[in-house]
């Protein structure tokens, strides 16, 4: 007979892509998430919570940089010949949430929704394939001071997260106005020519229609955007190479580029560097960038009113900034996007210094819902990436990763566990975090580690001279440890950091402890 084959063991390890969260952790991104609900729900939005799952039908095509539904996203076949899939984000399952319950709804309809998402990619340094977010959104106004609102709220949001004024910025742009330039460029060629005969500075636009495959022109304006989005990373040079022909990256490897004549690269480079020296001088760049296009004059009209509001609410360039380099590379976006940056820097990897980068984006999508009810619904909204926001705290020495611990009940015998439950149910039951060791008893010094490790504010010591005499001791471990570092510095000296005190003192002596290590 045959020797039945051992299974091997399954490797403990967490899957590329994903993390294993500990207590700390755990309780610093629930303190964050706290602290951004309490910003929303200041600012009017009622919490929502949709399924984790949603059909792949309704999760669209609007999965980041992919062409097909099935791609990016974790999805499987159930039996009634349904794909399903995890969400990829929560302003998909929005749309279908509120074209299915729209009529219950107020209009218009302002939701947050926080929780994982999930993304079917290629896992990297900082980049996973689940994460939290963070979003809110308002759908049914058209006004672009729904936009402006939305901006507001997330300067404020950073501002109450620890992210201090100085350290970050709002950038807004209007795809409107890209998308004049785009309509621009693929609609007619321009030559360089005499200056004064343009609208564009330097360029003479010959009035001569731009004959090109409908299909390949939409495919070349997406790339055209893809490559915009990269300003920040390459630079004018960079991007006009890759709006290009195409250029070589740092390792030396070719990247294909977008395949645009010099003559149409140089309206998105006068596009890409309209910032002026203030909001008003770079709306009037942005006018000049987009010519005699309606779509793109509408865009800066609705950016100048934007900035209107943002100066009578008080948010200066400190805070929130017109920036034409903004792009955001979803393709659902048909009006104001807005991206948070944080402006510090911090090191890579390889101990280099960069500037941390964008935490959140978002921006209007008026076509989104219309997928499900054949009728165009204004919607805008904003995404906080909470695990890159959390990060970011960290790099700056901003983030408390040592969470207390609970006060510990050492156990000195074990046949009087009753007793002690006792004790961790009174300290419970006034709103002490507290828990009975549980482990074996024999050794107290292994207690006391365990209660260290547990990075426990207070030790409960009874054994059976304190319950004769209706005592017990505490002892104070946060200034124990202290009193250890320090203990030839003669301010430690004769200060107790245990006590014994009256069974019926427990509660209000363990209180004045923990009151202590606060102050």
Known sequence: MAKEKKQPRPKAQTPKGFQDYFGAQVEARTEMLRKIAGVYHRYGFDALETSAVETVEALGKFLPDVDRPNEGVFAWLEEDKDWLALRYDLTAPLARAYAQHRNDLPNPYRRYAMGPVWRNEKPGPGRFRQF???????VGASSVAADAEICAMLSDTLEVVGIPRGDYVVRVNNRKVLNGVLEWVFSRKNEIDNPSNSKLPHHRVVQKMYS???????TKKLNVLRTIDKFDKVGESGVRELLGQGRLDSSGAFIDGVGLSDTQVEPVITFLTSKGENTAATLENLQVAVGDSDIGQQGVAELREMADIFDELGY???????DPSVVRGLGYYTGPVFEAELTFEVLDDKGRPRNFGSVAGGGRYDDLVKRFTGQEVPATGVSIGVDRLLAALDAKGRLDTT??????????????MAY?????????NNGIRAEVYLGNPKNFGNQLKYADKRNSPIAVIVGGDEMAADVVQIKDLILGAKIAENATLEEWKGRPSQYEVPRAELVAKVREILNGQDE
Do not use: F, S, W
């Open 132 to 138: 939290y977010q963070c979003d809110a959104d308002t």
């Open 212 to 218: 090109e495959n409908p299909e390949n022109i939409e």
């Open 316 to 322: 200066g360039a400190d805070r929130i900034v017109i």
């Open 403 to 416: 969470a207390a611990g609970p006060v510990v009940v050492t156990v000195m015998d074990r046949d009087q």
């Open 420 to 428: 002690y439950q006792g004790l961790v149910a009174e300290l419970r």
